[in-house]
């Protein structure tokens, strides 16, 4: 079997879309504009990248946008300025302080200081306990919520499916484990979370209908991993040295893609997969966090 492809390119194409209209329909009934506030502490090239492609979009879909940039070395009451700030702004619908923080830096403490109304990654814990007690008024973290979508979007079926996730961090392998098992259209999935203290992660993932791996090692799993027919979704994004390619490296995720797609039904690729539905759903959560806030339903 040659397993199709999940295009995470195109449907978030679709999805940004559906965005951009409902932004454009918000001026016109409401003369609100959603707004996003992306904060990048440091200069680490990959967490630059990608607070650029998040501002870069929220501009194309006619969301305001604010980007501020904070030195590595900020004291973290400057950070909390800054997001007492931005908490204040009625520009700002959506706070989102890129992660990881400077190693100095205590995260829960950026976390707690945002706006629950405002924290459209769905990082503070009173939307972390909304998204387990299975209540719709937070937010859906953005990794696991754009892979809920590529996967309806795909005709992929979750109800009573064993869904094994490989990876148990608070950004995407809790959250994934909490949306697959809510008792829910479009969930309702037999969830296992497997992590590096896991004996045997190939007798879990043998057993798996749809695998998530999410671990952040390079091409992971492996051919002899899955079973046949299964469906595996890719949220790794790994560089490795390849001295064919100009830049000397390329981008490849947790997933063995070449021989794993030989075996799987479907696959999400890296790049082109999950990370532009990320994106995707942040743009979502934003148009959500503007609409929940001017109690505007729908
Ligand atoms: N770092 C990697 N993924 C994310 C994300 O979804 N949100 C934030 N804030 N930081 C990230």
Redesign the pocket.
């Known amino acids: 079997m040659q397993a199709r492809i999940i295009d995470g390119k195109k449907a978030s194409e679709e999805l940004n879309q559906e965005t951009a209209i409902e932004v454009a329909n918000l001026a016109r009934s409401h003369n609100l504009q959603p707004g996003l506030a992306?904060v990048l502490i440091g200069d680490d090239h990959a967490?630059s990248v990608?607070v650029n492609m998040k501002a870069k979009k929220t501009i194309e879909l006619g969301i305001y946008s604010e980007k501020i940039v904070l030195d590595k070395n900020a004291a973290a009451d400057e950070v909390l300025q800054v997001i007492a700030r931005l908490n204040k702004n009625p520009k700002i619908h959506g706070i989102?302080?890129?992660?990881?923080p400077p190693p100095q830096m205590d995260e829960s403490l950026i976390v707690r200081a945002i706006n629950p109304a405002k924290d459209v990654?769905c990082?503070h814990p009173v939307n972390v306990g909304k998204l387990l007690l299975g209540e719709n008024d937070g937010f859906y973290?953005?990794?696991p919520y754009g892979i809920m979508i590529l996967l309806e979007k795909n005709g992929i079926d979750t109800v009573g499916k064993h869904c094994v996730i490989i990876g148990r961090s608070n950004?995407?392998g809790k959250p994934m484990m909490a949306l697959l098992v809510q008792k829910e259209k479009g969930a309702n999935a037999t969830v296992t979370v497997c992590h590096s203290m896991t004996k045997n992660i190939s007798d879990h993932t043998r057993r798996a209908d749809i695998v998530i791996a999410a671990i952040g090692k390079a091409e992971f799993l492996k051919v002899d991993m899955i079973k046949d027919g299964a469906v595996v979704v890719d949220v790794g994004i790994n560089r490795i040295e390849d001295s064919k390619s100009p830049k000397g490296y390329r981008i490849v995720g947790d997933v063995a893609f070449e021989e794993v797609a030989r075996k799987a039904s479907w696959i999400t690729p890296v790049p082109g997969g999950v990370g532009p539905m990320?994106i995707a759903a942040?743009m979502r959560n934003t148009l959500k966090a503007c609409k929940l806030q001017n109690n505007i339903n729908g």
């Open positions: 992306v967490s990608y989102l302080v890129q992660s990881p990654d990082f973290p953005c990794t950004i995407v990320t942040l």
